[in-house]
């Protein structure tokens, strides 16, 4: 089975950039559609951004992502991205990826995450 590993999170204040980081093994992502969660504190996992397999549909969950975040896939690479400009602190949170387009399935064993705090 397909292991993860989420990288490039921080803390850092409102207003402010990140590119996470998804290295994946075991598993090509090109097979998959994949996409980027996140888990604020006492909430469920949702779904933040997704790509399917060829690159060629992209799905972002809200209007706010759609327009601060880019999901971008490096498939020689095995290697997923989520660029995240103009951070806000509604943001904060464990960010992991994996496959999927409108959530699931999950063909990868979920990775460590990594986590975004932002501070207003």
């Known amino acids: 089975q397909g292991q993860l590993d989420e990288s490039g999170g921080g803390l850092v204040q409102a207003g402010s950039s990140l590119r996470l980081s998804c290295a994946a093994s075991?598993?090509?992502?090109?097979?998959?559609?994949m996409a980027w969660y996140r888990q604020a504190p006492g909430n469920e996992l949702e779904i933040v951004a997704s790509i399917s397999w060829s690159g060629a549909n992209i799905n972002y969950a809200t209007y706010s992502v759609q327009h601060r975040f880019t999901i971008i896939r490096d498939n020689p690479t095995n290697t997923l991205y989520l660029q995240m400009n103009s951070l806000e602190p509604e943001d904060t949170a464990m960010y992991y990826c994996?496959?999927?387009?409108?959530?699931?399935?999950?063909?990868?064993?979920w990775g460590p995450g990594t986590q975004v705090t932002v501070s207003s």
């Open positions: 994996n496959s999927g387009y409108h959530g699931g399935p999950y063909y990868f064993t």
């Open positions: 075991g598993r090509n992502i090109s097979d998959y559609n």
